[in-house]
Every structure is written in C-alpha cells, then in structure tokens.
C-alpha cells in the first residue's frame, strides 16, 4: 500500500512538470493602464469581456497601438482568479484582421 502512494505520488509530480502552459487566441481592445512610471498594457476580450495584462507589450510596440481592436495568439504565463488583477499572457503573434 505504502508503495503504491510512493508510484501515484511521483507520478502526480512528474506529470504537473511536464504540463505545458495555454495557448489562447483573443479578439479585443488594447488599453494602457496604470499611471506613470507604472503603467502596462492590457487586452480586453470582447466574448468573455476578461482582461489580460501582456508582459511583451514592448515587442510588439502595442504601447502605440492604444484602443485598437486586435487579434492575437498568446501564452498564458500566470492565471489569477480575482477580477481586480488580470491573467498575465505572452503575445506569439499578432494575426491578420
């Protein structure tokens, strides 16, 4: 028995650092939040209405691109389950509209 919660144990282990993070494509307007020196970039989804804050904005130079719709292919990096703090995403790619 002890054996047996040792196997299932391990393999709960291995399996949680194998698992691969979410690949999301959203529709949505981008907006700057914050206030300076502390502002980053957000997208809003227009189905669920759910906010994400991207953490590669720069790259993508969505700073300039503020209130326009998009839709992009991102990674979520951090889930948050409250409402005031939004999902942390990384953008792979913008995609044609």
Known sequence: MKQ???TLSLGFIILG???????I???G???????MP????IIEDR????????INAKEFNLYNRQKQYLNIKAQI?????????????????INAQ
Do not use: E, F, R, W
């Not at 650092?17 to 690949?23: I, L, M, R, V």
């Not at 502390?38 to 970039?41: G, L, M, N």
């Open 38 to 41: 502390h502002t980053y970039i």
């Open 17 to 23: 650092c194998t698992t691969t993070a979410n690949d």
């Open 77 to 93: 990096i951090k889930h948050s389950s409250s409402s005031l703090i939004p999902s942390k995403i990384k953008v792979l790619k």
């Open 47 to 54: 189905k669920t209405q759910q906010k994400y804050q991207i």
């Open 4 to 6: 047996m919660i040792y």
């Open 25 to 27: 494509n959203l529709d």
């Open 29 to 35: 307007t981008i907006y700057v939040k914050g206030s």
